[in-house]
């Protein structure tokens, strides 16, 4: 679960990067920290876990954007404390703590004022397996300075590696809802 809701996080940080609009003319970097919540469901009930901890970090330049988003594995809460130990465990959070997010947009340039929705290329790092697929971010902003972008997307257990957890030797479904979003500031 907690690898889940990372992944949202980091998606989030790469659709930033992605959005279309004015140049800066010199390097600006980009911080900020988000939400990130997975959606499991199970045949008999559905789970939800949320990290508020998902931290964003990039540049854009002229050559485009580079960026990156982390959150570490135990820091997703589901109401149910040891339901997040045994998703720990199954993510071997232990060994692999970070779910990350990574994107470089060629050509990237900051919107200026406005929202947009961009398709950016992702490697979504979870359970150390990276996964490479194309996620939609929307981005709002009214001064091309402060940004909010949301995402949503599937990710799915298998593709990383990962054992689906059972509950009465039914499996969870492989694939999980990824729902973010980030508060990001560009600065020159």
């Known amino acids: 679960m907690s690898h889940r809701r990372l992944l949202p996080l980091l998606a989030f940080v790469a659709g930033i990067a992605a959005g279309p609009g004015s140049a800066l003319a010199q390097a600006t970097q980009l911080s900020g920290t988000g939400k990130v919540e997975y959606h499991l469901v199970h045949k008999f009930h559905k789970v939800v876990g949320v990290s508020k901890a998902m931290v964003v970090r990039g540049t854009v330049d002229g050559s485009g954007l580079k960026l ?23 993510v071997e959070g ?65 593709a990383h590696k990962i054992e689906r957890p059972s509950l009465m030797f039914i ?14 500031t560009a600065k020159s």
């Open 68 to 90: 990156m988003a982390r959150a570490q594995v135990s820091t997703f809460d589901s109401d149910n404390a040891n339901r997040d130990e045994h998703m720990i465990e199954t």
């Open 94 to 158: 232990a060994k692999y703590p970070w779910v990350s997010v990574r994107a470089a947009v060629p050509g990237f340039k900051l919107p200026a004022r406005g929202a947009t929705v961009v398709a950016v290329q992702a490697a979504i790092e979870l359970h150390g397996v990276s996964v490479n697929h194309p996620i939609d971010i929307k981005m709002e902003t009214n001064d091309g300075v402060h940004f909010k972008a949301s995402f949503e997307f599937d990710e799915s257990l298998t």
């Open 171 to 184: 499996p969870v479904d492989d694939l999980i809802r990824i729902i973010g979003s980030a508060d990001v």
